[in-house]
């Protein structure tokens, strides 16, 4: 099974669920952490210092090369796994795995403040990643 392993650039729990999601067996993609913490920063200062506006920084090449590359992982993917916390883009990447139709899962680890009636939409929420092993078989 291949799993889009959606988080946030800033969370360091991201490579150890994806060692545990691996450990299981499974594809994982996340190279996407690579980038960095500061990844999303550095390329709005940049951006910026070109004198270019949010809307014209989308539509420059390395956006569109990130792009891509999570949008071609995405459709690849078999299931989604957002860890918490996360982000907008992080919740876009989740509701592009949903409105494919594929599984979608919601790890909270603790880290949520509020209840929120929309997380329904998901195919699963746990507590803690160690109880999707029942979920991805």
């Known amino acids: 099974m291949i799993i889009y392993l959606i988080g946030s650039l800033r969370n360091p729990e991201v490579p150890k669920v994806a060692a545990y999601l691996r450990s299981l ?4 993609i996340d190279d996407w ?4 913490p500061e990844a999303d920063d550095y390329w709005q200062k940049y951006e910026q210092s070109r004198g270019r506006t949010y809307r014209e920084a989308l539509h ?14 995405l459709t690849r993917a078999d299931v989604g796994v ?30 949520y403040d509020r209840f929120d009636v929309m997380y329904r939409y998901a195919t699963g929420v746990v507590e803690r990643v ?3 092993e029942e979920f991805l078989g």
């Open 60 to 73: 420059g090449l390395h956006a569109a090369h990130v792009f891509h590359f999570d949008d071609h992982h």
């Open 82 to 111: 957002l860890l918490l916390p996360a982000g907008r883009s992080c919740h876009i990447e989740f509701g592009v795995i949903r409105g494919q139709k594929k599984p979608g899962y919601i790890v909270l680890g603790g880290n």
């Open 25 to 28: 067996g499974h594809e994982v």
């Open 130 to 132: 160690e109880e999707l």
């Open 33 to 36: 952490y690579a980038a960095g």
